[in-house]
């Protein structure tokens, strides 16, 4: 049985094969809520647009996934022990839509209350970006966390972005991801419009990712997304060492992990691209 659903609309006019992602995450049921509402009335006018809600049973149990990360899983080098999971196998019915596009958007939301909207992608993807409407660009993400649909899109040298919309829960969220498709089908000529530009973008560069190895990761405070660090801070506990982070690094994604070898937290620095 099928893991996602697909709906397609088309053009009169040939142009560029668009796709759009709900649902990788079953619990983001903002942008499933959003596909429901615009897919019905929205009118192609050039090219393809295929919209992909992305994870069925975990949109039905209001769960982030099943078995793992289906962000995760748009890998060739998956272990034999992920191949045959729903979110491995999820991946591989989503894979040929995303070989068939041109661009990639793939809407999300946060579990936390401070979550600012920011888009990640990268470098070559930037022009594109600047259309989405938010201040915070990220790029190098998959360097340390492979295997989502962008990174896949991005292998083949293809236009592929993520857009975090916020606190799932803020109902403004909503509105900031239907700006963001939007935006995203004018750019890609789908539709007809004119994009609002978000004025003095920054653009930001991944640069480390910290992994609990020993024990688990207890975070020292509550860490807003995009913090900058005034001072040297300590940033959590594995077990009884001690982890820390300098000044001027920019925090994302603190967590609290219990199992090992977990996503605790990422450092960032702004960058001119």
């Not at 509402?37 to 069925?56: E, S, T």
Request: charged share 30%; hydrophobic share 40%; with cysteine.
């Amino acid at each position: 049985m099928s893991n996602i659903r697909v709906v397609v609309k088309e053009g009169i006019i040939s142009g560029k094969t668009a796709v759009v992602l709900a649902g990788v995450h079953g619990n983001e049921r903002l942008n499933v809520q959003l596909f429901d509402r615009i897919i019905p009335k929205i009118k192609i006018d050039k090219g393809k647009v295929i919209f992909i809600y992305a994870n069925l049973k975990a949109i039905q149990e209001n769960k982030r996934f099943i078995e793992f990360n289906l962000n995760r899983a748009f890998r060739n080098n998956l272990g034999d022990k992920d191949k045959e999971k729903l979110e491995a196998r999820t991946a591989r019915e989503i894979i040929p839509y995303l070989n068939e596009a041109d661009c990639l958007l793939d809407l999300h939301a946060s579990n936390s209350k401070d979550s600012k909207s920011f888009v990640i992608c990268q470098l070559h993807s930037f022009e594109f970006a600047k259309a989405i409407p938010c201040e915070l660009i990220t790029s190098n993400l998959e360097e340390f966390e492979p295997g989502s649909t962008v990174h896949w899109m991005n292998l083949q040298g293809k236009t592929a972005m993520g857009f975090e919309a916020g606190y799932l829960e803020d109902p403004e969220s909503e509105k900031r991801s239907e700006g963001a498709l939007m935006n995203f089908l004018i750019k890609a000529e789908s539709i007809k419009g004119k994009i609002g530009y978000t004025p003095d973008k920054k653009f930001l560069k991944i640069i480390f990712l910290y992994k609990n190895k020993e024990a688990p990761f207890i975070k020292s405070r509550e860490f807003a997304d995009f913090e900058k660090l005034k001072e040297k801070t300590l940033i959590g506990k594995e077990g009884n060492k001690e982890v820390y982070a300098e000044a001027g690094d920019i925090m994302l994604f603190v967590r609290d992990r219990d199992e090992l070898n977990e996503e605790c937290f990422l450092i960032a620095k702004e960058i001119t691209p």
